[in-house]
C-alpha cells in the first residue's frame, strides 16, 4: 500500500504564487510515475503534472511556462511550483502515484488539496 499525503493548498489573489506537497510513503517502486491532477466543479479530473521515475516530467499545455513539478526522490516528495495562477487554474489538486508492473499500473491517491484563485 502507498499513503499520500498533500499539503500546500490555499486561497491566493490572480498572479499569485502556491507550492503544493506530497509525501509518499510504503511500498513505492523504483519504476514510477508521481503527479499531481485537478477537479474544478463540474468537469473531469485532468492531468497537471507528472514527473516520470524522478527525471522526465510531462505538463499540460494550460499549465505550461507557469507551473513546475519536482522530486526529491530521498523523501519521496513531489512538489508543484505554481506561479502566476489565475481563476481557471481554481481546482482541488489531487497527488497521484503510479506503481508500474509488469501487469500493469497501479494508481494511489491523495486526499485533494482546494487551490482557490480569486480575481
Known amino acids: 500500500q502507498v499513503q499520500l499525503v498533500e499539503s500546500g493548498g490555499g486561497l491566493v489573489q490572480f498572479g499569485g504564487s502556491l507550492r503544493l506537497s506530497c509525501a509518499a510513503s510504503?511500498?513505492?517502486?523504483?519504476?514510477?510515475?508521481m503527479g499531481w491532477y485537478r477537479q474544478a466543479p463540474g468537469k473531469q479530473r485532468e492531468l497537471v503534472a507528472a514527473i516520470i521515475s524522478g527525471i522526465s516530467t510531462n505538463y499540460a499545455d494550460s499549465v505550461k511556462g507557469r507551473f513546475t513539478i519536482s522530486g526529491d526522490t530521498a523523501k519521496n516528495t513531489v512538489y508543484l511550483q505554481m506561479n502566476n495562477l489565475k481563476p481557471e487554474d481554481t481546482a482541488v489538486y489531487y497527488c497521484?502515484?503510479?506503481?508500474?508492473?509488469?501487469?500493469?499500473?497501479?494508481?494511489?491517491w491523495g486526499q485533494g488539496t482546494q487551490v482557490t484563485v480569486s480575481s
Open positions: 497521484n502515484l503510479v506503481n508500474w508492473r509488469s501487469s500493469g499500473r497501479y494508481d494511489y
Open positions: 510504503g511500498s513505492i517502486f523504483s519504476k514510477n510515475t
